[in-house]
């Protein structure tokens, strides 16, 4: 009798699943409230699409997409990592939770903001809208050495598959997740000490690296600089969401180093050149690129995910209930 009882949301959390529109019932302006957060960050900062994009994959790639990255109340948490560095967008996504939990207590987690935010951060770059599945509940636990093997700026091809491949994804989706979602954002001279001066411990620089696009690296992260200066992934379109990146992979001008090597390997390369040779990167929010990266992340936004009784609904983003 008590089953037969239940709400159809209440159903829709014991089942535990994912679904476009979970809280149209339940929190009806969830969506709106979040592009209206995102949309008013972008305006007064150009970096926080790719902040709110770098933040759901971190999040994902670690105890799945949960919210364990927004964990800090707690010793050694997740979000002090290595894997971590540089990661933001946090304030962002408390200003959205605020303001939902005035509206609907309890109902939309930490988890979904972070989704929702990266899909809005995309968008607002001129990059494709998708729909986001939602239900995700927030994880209850966040702690550092669970972030160990985030994919590093410095792997080799070999490792960045197996990693990507552990999390269920595959060459394709490597390809357009890293080094296509870095067609927007910039990156710290720290990243690129090694490629530019260090390669194989010998003083040297990539050797993948264009030759005339090498002398410009070098002067943006001089050698003993600024490690903490910041310099464009796409130095040729890079506050716009598009797949320049990819074309820019191919010929050889990658900042970093893992987005090079996505062409030291025959089907990860497959990829960079059927992107790169296409015509699509002046028409990003319909070319194959787009809605091949929109799949990628509705895919990705799959990864562990906690739904039905599992997890909790955070009331504060930064701190388990």
């Given at each position: 009798?008590?089953?037969?009882?239940?709400?159809?949301?209440?159903?829709?959390?014991?089942?535990?699943?994912?679904?476009?529109?979970?809280?149209?019932?339940?929190?009806?302006?969830?969506?709106?409230?979040?592009?209206?957060?995102?949309?008013?960050a972008t305006?007064?900062?150009?970096?926080?699409?790719?902040?709110?994009?770098?933040?759901?994959?971190?999040?994902?790639?670690?105890?799945?997409?949960?919210?364990?990255?927004?964990?800090?109340?707690?010793?050694?948490?997740?979000?002090?990592?290595?894997?971590?560095?540089?990661?933001?967008?946090?304030?962002?996504?408390?200003?959205?939770?605020?303001?939902?939990?005035?509206?609907?207590?309890?109902?939309?987690?930490?988890?979904?903001?972070?989704?929702?935010?990266?899909?809005?951060?995309?968008?607002?770059?001129?990059?494709?809208?998708?729909?986001?599945?939602?239900?995700?509940?927030?994880?209850?636990?966040?702690?550092?050495?669970?972030?160990?093997?985030?994919?590093?700026?410095?792997?080799?091809?070999?490792?960045?598959?197996?990693?990507?491949?552990?999390?269920?994804?595959?060459?394709?989706?490597?390809?357009?997740?890293?080094?296509?979602?870095?067609?927007?954002?910039?990156?710290?001279?720290?990243?690129?000490?090694?490629?530019?001066?260090?390669?194989?411990?010998?003083?040297?620089?990539?050797?993948?690296?264009?030759?005339?696009?090498?002398?410009?690296?070098?002067?943006?992260?001089?050698?003993?600089?600024?490690?903490?200066?910041?310099?464009?992934?796409?130095?040729?379109?890079?506050?716009?969401?598009?797949?320049?990146?990819?074309?820019?992979?191919?010929?050889?001008?990658?900042?970093?180093?893992?987005?090079?090597?996505?062409?030291?390997?025959?089907?990860?390369?497959?990829?960079?050149?059927?992107?790169?040779?296409?015509?699509?990167?002046?028409?990003?929010?319909?070319?194959?690129?787009?809605?091949?990266?929109?799949?990628?992340?509705?895919?990705?936004?799959?990864?562990?995910?906690?739904t039905g009784?599992?997890?909790?609904i955070r009331?504060?983003?930064?701190?388990?209930?």
């Amino acid at each position: 009798m008590a089953m037969a009882s239940l709400t159809f949301h209440q159903f829709t959390l014991i089942q535990g699943q994912l679904k476009v529109g979970f809280y149209s019932q339940t929190c009806s302006n969830a969506e709106t409230i979040v592009n209206s957060v995102v949309k008013e960050a972008t305006l007064s900062n150009l970096r926080i699409p790719p902040v709110l994009l770098r933040l759901h994959f971190h999040d994902c790639f670690v105890e799945g997409c949960d919210g364990s990255i927004l964990i800090d109340k707690v010793p050694d948490p997740e979000k002090g990592a290595d894997g971590h560095q540089g990661v933001d967008g946090f304030d962002q996504i408390q200003k959205a939770k605020d303001q939902l939990e005035a509206q609907c207590p309890g109902v939309v987690s930490c988890a979904d903001l972070v989704a929702l935010a990266a899909r809005d951060s995309v968008a607002l770059a001129g990059g494709p809208f998708y729909e986001v599945e939602t239900g995700r509940r927030d994880g209850r636990v966040s702690s550092k050495p669970l972030a160990d093997d985030m994919p590093d700026v410095n792997d080799p091809i070999e490792t960045l598959k197996s990693k990507f491949r552990r999390k269920g994804l595959s060459e394709s989706e490597l390809v357009l997740l890293s080094g296509g979602a870095h067609t927007i954002g910039k990156t710290a001279c720290f990243f690129m000490s090694k490629r530019l001066y260090n390669f194989t411990g010998r003083d040297d620089s990539d050797p993948e690296i264009n030759p005339v696009f090498l002398p410009a690296l070098k002067n943006q992260c001089p050698k003993n600089g600024n490690d903490f200066g910041r310099i464009p992934l796409d130095q040729v379109s890079g506050d716009k969401f598009d797949d320049q990146s990819l074309h820019n992979i191919k010929n050889g001008m990658a900042v970093l180093a893992s987005d090079a090597r996505l062409y030291d390997d025959n089907v990860t390369k497959k990829f960079v050149k059927s992107y790169a040779d296409s015509s699509g990167h002046n028409r990003a929010a319909g070319s194959s690129f787009a809605k091949n990266f929109s799949t990628a992340m509705v895919k990705m936004g799959r990864i562990g995910v906690k739904t039905g009784v599992s997890g909790e609904i955070r009331r504060v983003c930064n701190s388990f209930n």
